[in-house]
């Protein structure tokens, strides 16, 4: 086998690895990944995964790093293709909100990462940090974007903004596990239109 | 023991194995709570603490119960010491921040719960939902008197204004975790102003 395809397979095995322990950790939490559950669940020894991920720290940052990715992809991404401005804003909001559904279990894992590593210094909360960091600046850009656009006014106060926008989707999440999504998603959607109608030029 | 003595000597113990049910619950979830480490921690037989609850779910819901009654103590009672309308809705919105603040755990009781249950049709779900409307419930009444005393639109829409008062906490439960609570507070109580301001008389 050349170096590139054993380098692929490599590749390919480590994705593998990741999709099982994602499920995982969807359903039990990072805490609750055990590298010989996971090995298990895969069909290779717990080497075999150890190989691929030195530790279950770097296991779970890896997951944490790749359930971003999913995020961004899902929420993001599609955003991206609509115009600056309330357009794209928009977009992100129902995607978001579409991601937190609970028919897709993968809403569920930053929050449950949060209640775990919250009051536990150490990697896995500075990348959650970080990573929550990041989201809340991609927000303000797209918020950024919509002041510039004049679609929302010169005076607002961005970082605020995006904490009011933040909170919806987390009681989207709360509610459509207790009342159903379509309930939650349309009271989140008229919650966002006051809010930015509150932010509008007058 | 005259019946009385024991009777009240048996609440007792039962008040004392709940409390430790509550902290348990409050680190490790409900469904973290087995019988045999409660019944360790409060140096008791497994079948004395079978006495007071038949059974895991017994428990589970006594909890459940009990929780919301120590919430209910924390936020809605010192509300009610001030008048009605919007001087008592932002007691409501400030204990409930503090009900939410990381010091104290049982903040993440509830959260917590949800997420366990709300995909598990059972007892402890049909118990969340009814203590989850029951505050809805309270807090759209808390609103109507704001209403009543021309502190808010009469065109307010009630059961909106209360999801979108009840996200709030929620996102200053997250992000005390994550940037600290004074920081989670400040931000909160900002948003909750502006709600209330959108909601305000002409």
Redesign the interface.
Known sequence: MSVAAATSKGAATRETILDHAYAIACSAGLEGLSIGALAHAVGMSKSGVFAHFGSREDLQLAVLEDAAQRFVAHVFHPALRQPRGLARLRTIIEQWFDWVR?EDDGG?LF??A??EY??RPGPQRDQ??QQ?RQWRQALAHAVSLAIDAGELRADTDVE?LV??I???P??VH?????YGFDVAQA?GL??YE?LIH?SAPH
Chains 1, 2 share one sequence.
């Open positions: 609970h569920c929050l449950a949060v209640s919250d009051d959650l940090l929550d605020q904490f009011e933040y909170a919806l987390l009681l709360h509610d459509a596990g207790l009271r008229r919650a006051r509150t």
